[in-house]
Every structure is written in structure tokens, then in C-alpha cells.
């Protein structure tokens, strides 16, 4: 029989053993980059150290009587679930002391760790106590978070596995350090989560992000770098000199903005991607272009599901 979570496929493998998950994600990133035809060496998935309740934000719809949940998939119905499987457990206890406290509207319990911040976008009918903030107010404490020594503000967004975001954000330093950038584009940067090791250690860099929550955030994080507040898919070439590149886009990726980035040549473009098969079209775009796939290496950032986390190296030919 499986479980509530399955059954509203919120983590549809969660059946599978552990072992079994980590295969069939690692498979799916080698299958779409076969399809697509990118030759590259495919690194073994790291997994994750929290093989159950891994995710640090959750979203949940209030349903009758204030309790919190979600909808069946293609449908209004709302379904209360246990959250253990899903959610830190700090995210869940917080989620639990809600019950009843709510009466509309979808409530983001966020975690850093340590500090959990309520996010609500209706203001609840009474006072709630704990990190709290609606419709752009704090309503009561410091909704605030700190992730990996960034600020993080309650409307903007940061990874959902804490322990799985700073092993990808350790290896893209590394790959930072070995390239060495003699200015750094950071697309799609958000808080500055992929880059901040880099400018801390006096790395001249650009840094691009739409959201206006996440660009203050990274303008609060990292005075000493050039903060852009503007769509990254529609950047242009030639705007900033820089020899290396990042990009942490959507999961739509980022077929036309890759395109452009290799016309001005930079030594290497580093693609963080949630989306093999996204990514492998990405990256078919660009072969033959001077460009040549130096490793992907795939992470288990969604434990329980068919999501992967990915990191492409590209280098110049």
C-alpha cells in the first residue's frame, strides 16, 4: 500500500528503496543526455545525507478547519498529509503548532537549519507567534534566514535541500578556484548563493537576478559586486566583459541565452540545471560551437522524486 505522500505524488518514489531512487535519477540524467547526443563524462549521483525529510521550504494550501496540505494532482481536492517524510523536522513541528491558526490562503514554512520564518500571503486572523510575515509586512520576530552565510528574506527563494546546496555550492567553488576568473557572470544568481565564495575572495563579478527580493538580497550579501536587476534569459552579449559564466536558470533552462553566452567566448560556463532533459537541449545547442562538455554531475536534490540536480562544466576548445 503506498503511502499518503505517493498517493498525492508529492514523492512518488518514496516506496522505492534509497538505493533504487539514486539509480533510477542518475539513469535518467545519462538517458537524456544519450538522447540528446552530448558526449561527456557523467559523474556517480551524489546522494543525499537526508534520505527523508530533506526539504527546508514547504508550501501548503489551509484547508477546512485550518488544517494545512495539499491538493490531489489535477484537482481541488484537499488532502491533509504527514509531513516527516517530506520536511525537516523543524519545518514540520512549526507546520504542526499552525493547525487551526489559519483560515484561508497557502502558508511557505521556511527553514535555514536552525531558524524557521512563516511566510503567509493572506494576514491570519489572530497573532501567531514565531517568524512570521504576510503580504510583505513582518508581522511578528525576524523572518529573515541565513543560508551558508547569505541573508535570505522571506519572499526570496533559496535551495530546498540545505546539505545537498552546499555540496554543489563547495564544487562549483572549486571549479572557481581552478579556473581562477578574471571577472565572474553570475545569471540567474539569486541571493548569491553559487558566487559568493568567489567574490569573497576578491573576484570581480556581475551578478544577474529578476526577482527584486533575491537582487537586494544579493545587493545586501555582496556590496563589493555589480548587482543587475533584470530578466537573465534576455541578457546580451558584450554588455560586461567577463571569462567565465554562470547560470542556475529555471527549469525551462536556458536554450537561447547558452547560445549567446559562447558567441563572446568565455573560457568556460559553468550550467546548474534541474532539468536533464533541459539541459541535454541546452547543451546540443552549442556543440560544434568551440565548446565541449567536460563533465556533468548530477545530485540527489529531491529524494523521493524524478527531479536531478545537475552541474555541467563546459570549457572552451
Not at 9 to 16: C, E, F, I, Q, S
Request: with cysteine.
Amino acid at each position: 500500500m503506498p503511502s499518503l505522500l505517493v498517493d498525492v505524488g508529492l514523492l512518488p518514489l518514496a516506496d522505492l528503496p534509497y538505493d533504487e531512487q539514486l539509480t533510477r535519477r542518475e539513469e535518467l540524467v545519462r538517458d537524456a543526455l544519450r538522447r540528446g547526443h552530448v558526449a561527456t563524462e557523467i559523474g556517480t549521483i551524489v546522494p543525499s545525507p537526508r534520505t527523508t525529510g530533506a526539504r527546508a521550504r514547504v508550501k501548503l494550501r489551509v484547508g477546512p478547519g485550518g488544517a494545512l496540505g495539499f491538493n490531489r494532482p489535477g484537482t481541488h481536492t484537499f488532502v491533509e498529509v504527514p509531513l516527516g517524510e517530506l520536511a525537516r523536522p523543524e519545518v514540520v513541528e512549526a507546520a504542526a503548532a499552525l493547525r487551526g491558526q489559519l483560515r484561508n490562503g497557502e502558508v511557505e514554512v521556511r527553514s535555514d537549519g536552525e531558524k524557521v520564518a512563516i511566510v503567509l500571503d493572506v494576514p491570519p486572523p489572530g497573532p501567531i507567534e514565531g517568524n512570521v510575515f504576510a503580504k510583505g509586512k513582518v508581522l511578528s520576530g525576524h523572518p529573515r534566514l541565513r543560508v551558508l552565510g547569505l541573508s535570505v528574506s522571506p519572499a526570496s527563494f533559496y535551495q530546498v535541500n540545505l546539505e545537498i546546496n552546499e555540496r554543489i555550492v563547495a564544487d562549483v567553488d572549486a571549479a572557481l578556484q581552478e579556473l581562477a576568473p578574471t571577472h565572474l557572470l553570475d545569471l540567474y544568481a539569486g541571493v548569491g548563493n553559487l558566487s559568493a565564495r568567489a567574490i569573497a575572495r576578491g573576484v570581480p563579478a556581475t551578478l544577474v537576478e529578476q526577482d527584486r527580493s533575491s537582487a537586494a538580497d544579493a545587493a545586501y550579501n555582496l556590496p563589493t559586486a555589480e548587482i543587475l536587476t533584470q530578466d537573465a534569459g534576455k541578457w546580451v552579449p558584450g554588455r560586461r566583459f567577463f571569462d567565465v559564466a554562470l547560470l542556475d536558470p529555471p527549469r525551462a533552462g536556458a536554450q537561447g541565452l547558452l547560445q549567446k553566452l559562447v558567441v563572446t567566448r568565455p573560457r568556460a560556463i559553468l550550467y546548474l540545471s534541474c532539468d536533464p532533459v533541459t539541459l541535454a537541449r541546452d547543451l546540443r545547442t552549442v556543440a560544434g560551437k568551440g565548446y565541449s562538455v567536460a563533465r556533468v554531475q548530477p545530485y540527489d536534490m529531491f529524494p523521493g522524486t524524478d527531479h536531478v540536480e545537475s552541474l555541467a562544466v563546459l570549457l572552451r576548445s
